[in-house]
């Protein structure tokens, strides 16, 4: 959209480092849809995670091709479920993690579930490898950091985020013209 000219400029920077530049969201999805289909081919489920509210409907969107083998823990279904009631353009069967398990879905691999973002040593998690052998795919855009992957116990971390990048914050900076800029993170 267009930029309001303004005296003042008050910026969310939350990726205000250089080192957070993210690579086009196409070269993101051709790059997990090559995991996805590598880990399908050996019957490996997948765990796609990012947070329930606007990241999980993303990762709905961008990867809904893989229905119908695709499932939603409980909070991102839900969220899903207030999107497609404000009339966005998202997948209405919405099967959850736990209506896929009572179904025997779960049993029948592979299959990927949309979940929320947490540690790979988070009990859920743990017990999704265990019972699954799952591979986990994070989506935040702190991956660009140092080993974000390792930290989380993550296999893989893309940089997905709907927060501006370094350049993108630099680039309505400039564009602002302002005299007065305040960055805020948190």
């Known amino acids: 959209g267009k930029l309001v000219k303004s005296k003042t400029l008050i910026i969310d920077s939350t990726y205000g480092a250089e080192q957070y530049r993210f690579p086009p969201i196409k070269d993101v999805c051709d790059r997990v849809n ?5 880990y399908f081919s050996i019957g490996r489920p997948v765990l796609l995670m990012g947070y329930p509210l606007g990241k999980g409907q993303i990762l709905t969107y961008l990867f809904s091709s893989w229905k119908p083998h695709l499932y939603f823990h409980e909070s991102v279904r839900r969220m899903n479920e207030a999107y497609i009631k404000m009339g966005v353009d998202l997948p209405t069967d919405l099967v959850s993690y736990e209506e896929a398990r009572e179904r025997g879905l779960l049993e029948r691999k592979p299959w990927i579930l949309v979940c929320p973002l947490q540690s790979g040593k988070n009990p859920f998690i743990t017990m999704l490898k ?10 935040t855009g702190w991956s660009v950091g140092y080993k974000y992957a390792d930290r989380m116990g993550l296999e893989y971390a893309f940089p997905l985020s709907d927060h501006c990048d370094f350049d993108e914050l630099v680039n309505v900076v400039k564009k602002s013209n302002a005299d007065k800029i305040y960055t805020v993170y948190g």
Do not use: P, Q, S
């Open 34 to 38: 090559r995991l996805i289909a590598d």
């Open 130 to 139: 265990y019972r699954y052998n799952v591979v986990t795919i994070g989506f």
